[in-house]
């Protein structure tokens, strides 16, 4: 049974430009949710899809967007991206309310 | 609002000693709280989940305790060894979200 898959693992960008990172969830699992990690710190919450809607969004701006197609993977898009934006980008899936299980994540580097 | 704390930031101890990795949050409405183990570069990977009615759980060499009354969790880590080496966070079923700690930075020496 494959786990969280995330791809790609490593990405380089440029400020200004967009990025789409993409998550599948563990087979069963109905939930995504997004988690950025900067160095040294805790995975911060993006936001959460259930459903396809977007179920809860934590404290990020617009420049992030995301979408849950419905087979349950997902995409996190970030536009206009400023150097601030480099981090590891983390996702996890779940049963609504249960054990969320984390992908290996994506590094992105904006320089 | 939710505020997790992790104590201590590092932590560096020989092979076989037993050690306890604390976590403390300000909001006694949680669902669960989950302890992660992350190795550098890496993604995380679940040690155990305590739901709310619970007090603790045991997995091998792990055991993590959970008194919501007072806001603390401590992970507790039987005779550790080198590969017990990683990050260790705590994270607060909160609302549809985790709300993480710092982490502890765990080192065990051989």
């Known amino acids: 049974d494959a786990g969280v898959t995330q791809s790609p693992t490593h990405l380089i960008k440029t400020r200004g430009q967009q990025v789409t990172l993409r998550c599948s969830p563990k087979?069963?699992?109905?939930?995504v949710s997004w988690y950025q990690q900067a160095l040294g710190q805790g995975p911060q919450f993006i936001f959460q899809?259930?459903?396809?809607?977007?179920?809860q969004r934590g404290n990020f701006p617009d420049r992030f967007s995301g979408h849950q197609f419905p087979n349950y993977s997902s995409e996190l898009n970030v536009n206009a991206l400023l150097l601030g934006d480099s981090a590891l980008y983390l996702c996890a899936s779940s049963l609504v309310s249960y054990e969320q299980y984390f992908g290996p994540g994506t590094r992105l580097t904006v320089t | 609002k939710q505020e997790v704390t992790q104590i201590p930031a590092a932590l560096s101890v020989p092979e076989g000693e037993n050690l306890v990795l604390n976590c403390s949050f300000t909001?006694?409405?949680?669902?669960?709280l989950q302890w992660f183990r992350q190795d550098p570069g890496k993604g995380l990977t679940s040690l155990l989940l305590?739901?709310?009615?619970?007090r603790e759980q045991t997995s091998g060499r792990l055991n993590a305790s959970l008194d919501k009354s007072s806001g603390r969790s401590t992970l507790y880590i039987a005779a550790s060894q080198p590969g017990d080496s990683a990050t260790y966070l705590c994270?607060?079923?909160?609302?549809?979200?985790?709300?993480f700690g710092a982490g502890t930075i765990l080192r065990v020496k051989s």
């Open positions: 305590i739901q709310s009615s619970q």
């Open positions: 909001d006694s409405a949680i669902y669960n």
């Open positions: 087979s069963g699992h109905d939930t």
């Open positions: 994270a607060l079923e909160y609302g549809n979200k985790l709300v």
């Open positions: 899809y259930y459903e396809e809607e977007e179920r």
